[in-house]
Each structure stands twice: as C-alpha cells, then as structure tokens.
C-alpha cells in the first residue's frame, strides 16, 4: 500500500531563508515522487518529480528534492525562501505504472519579510 | 495550461439535492480523475475514468457517481448531496510522453462545492 507522511502542517521561514519540507513514503514497489504546489484559489502545480532517475531532481522556482531509498524520503528544499513561495505544497507517490497518486495532507508554507 | 475546464467554479445547494459537476478536456487524454480537497486530509480520489464508459472508485467513492461518455468530458454527480460533501473538487488529466506513463497529472482550476 501505498502512503505519504508530511511532517509539519504549516512551516515558517524568514525571506532569504532556506525552505525544507519533509515528505516520507511507503510504497511496496519503487515509486514516482511528485512534489505540487497550490497557490490560493488555484489548482495544483507540478513543482518537480522522481521518476527513478538521478535521485536529486530539480524542479521549477529553485526548489530541488533528494530522493532517498534508505530513509523513505522526498523532502523538498530551496536555499533562499522568497515572498512568492508562500503556498501550500503537496508531496504525492505513486507505485510506477499505477493510475493514480496518492497524497499527503499538505505543508503551508509561510514567508516572513 | 493542461486544458483542463471545470464547471460550476462555484455551487452552494442544499442537502439533499443532485448536483452534477463537469470536467472537459481539450487535449484527448485518456485517463481523468475526480479528487476532493478538504483540510488536514489533503487530496482524495474519488473516481477515475481510463476510457469513453471505463471507471473505477477510489478511495472516498461513497454518495458520489461518475460518468465519461465522451472522451472529452469527465462528469460527477452527488446524487443527494449531505453537508460532508461540502469541499473542493478537482479533475485531473494523466499525460504520456511518447506512449510513457510518466505518472504526473494535472489540475483544472477547482469547484467549490458548498451543501447547506
């Protein structure tokens, strides 16, 4: 079965400041990784994905993800927060080849000036 | 833009009542699906469609009923709609890439669905 774990509902960080999310998984077969973003009143948007290639993945905006086979983990990362980043994320996982993805519960990311 | 159209953006309805809630696509894309957002629980699946009369239920299926007649059009219908029905409804499209499942989807823009 397959399921993510966001850790941190709502995270605050200082502009300038690096951004850390953390997403776990479980999944019984190597997975696809997808991190989105939903800006207020939107729908959501592909930040970047693992698809088991290079386990550090880049994505749009500056952010970048480090997949990581030991520890179950796809966190997500940016050295410098920046007023436009606040937004909530989502980290999703799907077994490869499966119809659809499931998802975590969402991180709000907060941007102090 | 994943041309992806939901209609009604927004729907306040009382209990009890049918409402139907419309996806269309523009793109010809095989697989779509109906999430619903609520806080603390992030994005749920509720139905998905892999073909013109071929669905599945996810995972919070109960109350809700889908039909995709067209390739192009994704509909979902709360039969009687009750007040824990009250959310955020998102269609997603499931691209390829040269014939690949890469696994992504994309999201129309949300209906907000409001039951009294």
């Known amino acids: 079965a397959q399921s993510v774990t966001q850790l941190g509902s709502h995270v605050s960080v200082s502009e300038g400041a690096l951004v850390l999310l953390r997403c776990n998984y479980s999944?019984?077969?190597?997975?696809?990784l997808f991190w989105y973003v939903q800006y207020p009143n939107q729908g959501l948007q592909l930040l970047l994905k693992y698809t088991s290639a290079a386990t550090l993945v880049k994505g749009i905006n500056g952010f970048e993800a480090e997949f990581k086979k030991s520890e179950t983990s796809f966190h997500l990362t940016k050295p410098s927060a920046h007023m436009s980043d606040a937004a909530e994320y989502f980290c999703?996982?799907?077994?490869?080849?499966?119809?659809?993805?499931?998802f975590g519960t969402g991180t709000r990311l907060t941007v102090i000036p | 833009d994943a041309g992806i159209t939901q209609s009604p953006r927004h729907k306040v309805t009382e209990t009890g009542t049918p409402v139907t809630l419309r996806c269309h696509q523009t793109?010809?894309?095989?697989?779509m699906y109906w999430y619903r957002q609520d806080p603390g629980h992030g994005l749920r699946l509720i139905h998905y469609?892999?073909?013109?009369?071929?669905?599945d239920k996810g995972e919070v299926s109960d109350g809700y009923s889908v039909s995709r007649s067209k390739t192009e059009d994704f509909l979902l219908t709360l039969e009687s709609a009750t007040s824990s029905q009250t959310s955020v409804y998102f269609c997603a499209i499931r691209r390829t890439s040269g014939g690949t499942n890469t696994g992504e989807l994309f999201f129309g823009e949300g209906s907000r669905l409001t039951v009294l």
């Open positions: 999944s019984s077969v190597p997975p696809y």
């Open positions: 999703a996982v799907s077994e490869g080849g499966a119809n659809n993805l499931f």
């Open positions: 793109e010809n894309h095989r697989y």
């Open positions: 469609s892999y073909g013109v009369k071929d669905t």
